[in-house]
Every structure is written in structure tokens, then in C-alpha cells.
T-cell receptor, first 117, second 107 residues
């Protein structure tokens, strides 16, 4: 149990276009979902936290108008990278949790590799 | 969230127990200790978590000191597939990743 999927697993897009990444919890209801970004040879950096039905909370330095997050249901969250540029190329990883508190495990998706040309 | 300190890298022989230390001296009473690992180019994998007591599951054991200022993750019989970056995280709500320990299991 506790499987999280992401789609697509990799995507290449042209500079200036927008890309949507989906994150789904397949066998549990995720009250809270998280989006991370990871550059090569670096650790994961938390971008934002989203709770179902409410606006996402973004970490300091993350542009909310550029990285649009929607958590419309208990099993689906989407991250849209708008007007992508080469510096947005990264490994994007989502995670899902049954609750926001520390007592609940976060389960991670396999990641989406975005390359902006 | 409290900060954690881990050695940047460790080596362990296949079949032996791998003991990964973590210091979290500023941990507060409601923060859980979580361990995840990340194999190259994959999403992090949950291993184990605990609050005060030692915990064991099918993957590993977690030993938390009585003062909760440090913990040790134990992989009892390491295999080559356990080679990964291991992250120790203290968490109230969100998981904030540090640099982790790069564990290499040698044949």
C-alpha cells in the first residue's frame, strides 16, 4: 500500500511553454501533498505544501505565479511550471501524506525529470 | 524544524550491519525522527520513524537516545541494493531534507 505515482516520468519542453506534472496517491487519501525539486548532486528542496481544497503554501523564494499547484481532490495534485526556462530543468518529486502532522508518513512519487531547451 | 547532522559518507561490507548515526540536539518534544533513503534518480523511500521509543520494521531498526538528541538507523544485514543516500529528518509537519549520508555497500 501507500503508492504515489507521477506523470509524466520525464518531459522535454521548449523555453516559454508550460508543463503540467501530476501526482496521484493510488491507494490512500492524501490530505496533504508536497512538491520538491532536486538539482543534480543536491538534496531535495521543498517548494510548497498543499492541502486538499485550499491554496498551497509556498516556501520562501519559490515563485507561486510560476509554479502553480492545484490539489483539487484527495488523490490528485498538479504542479504547472509556467513559462519554463532552462534553469527550471530539474527533478520534480511529489509526496503525499494522510495528514499534515509528523505522525503521518510521507510517501514519495518516482519523480519527473523536466528538461527545458 | 530542528537541524540534523549526519556524516557525509559511510562504507559497509555486504552482509554486515550498517549503523547510520544522526545528531539532532535541538529536537523539540513534538518532533518525530524520520529516516528516508534515495537511490539514484528515484524518489525517496520511507524507511522508519519514531518519537521516543526504539522502533523496528522489516527494513530497519531505529534507536533513539533517551534524551532524543541523537539516533541510529540500523540495517541488520546490508546488501548491495542498500547503497543509497540516507536522510535523517526531524519533522513536525513538513520534511526538510539535509545532505544525508551516502552509504556504499561493498561486496
Amino acid at each position: 500500500g501507500a503508492v504515489v505515482s507521477q506523470h509524466p516520468s520525464w518531459v522535454i519542453c521548449k523555453s516559454g511553454t508550460s508543463v503540467k506534472i501530476e501526482c496521484r496517491s493510488l491507494d490512500f487519501q492524501a490530505t496533504t501533498m508536497f512538491w520538491y525539486r532536486q538539482f543534480p548532486k543536491q538534496s531535495l528542496m521543498l517548494m510548497a505544501t498543499s492541502n486538499e481544497g485550499s491554496k498551497a503554501t509556498y516556501e520562501q523564494g519559490v515563485e507561486k505565479d510560476k509554479f502553480l499547484i492545484n490539489h483539487a481532490s484527495l488523490t490528485l495534485s498538479t504542479l504547472t511550471v509556467t513559462s519554463a526556462h532552462p534553469e527550471d530543468s530539474s527533478f520534480y518529486i511529489c509526496s503525499a501524506s494522510r495528514g499534515p502532522q509528523g505522525a503521518y508518513e510521507q510517501y514519495f512519487g518516482p519523480g519527473t525529470r523536466l528538461t527545458v531547451t | 524544524d530542528a537541524k540534523t547532522t549526519q556524516p557525509p559518507s559511510m562504507d559497509c561490507a555486504e552482509g554486515r550491519a550498517a549503523n547510520l548515526p544522526c545528531n539532532h540536539s535541538t529536537i523539540s518534544g513534538n518532533e518525530y525522527v524520520y529516516w528516508y533513503r534515495q537511490i539514484h534518480s528515484q524518489g525517496p523511500q520511507y524507511i522508519i520513524h519514531g518519537l521516543k521509543n526504539n522502533e523496528t520494521n522489516e527494513m530497519a531498526s531505529l534507536i533513539i537516545t533517551e534524551d532524543r538528541k541523537s539516533s541510529t538507523l540500523i540495517l541488520p544485514h546490508a546488501t548491495l541494493r542498500d547503497t543509497a543516500v540516507y536522510y535523517c529528518i526531524v519533522r513536525v509537519q513538513k520534511l526538510v531534507f539535509g545532505q544525508g549520508t551516502r552509504l556504499t555497500i561493498n561486496p
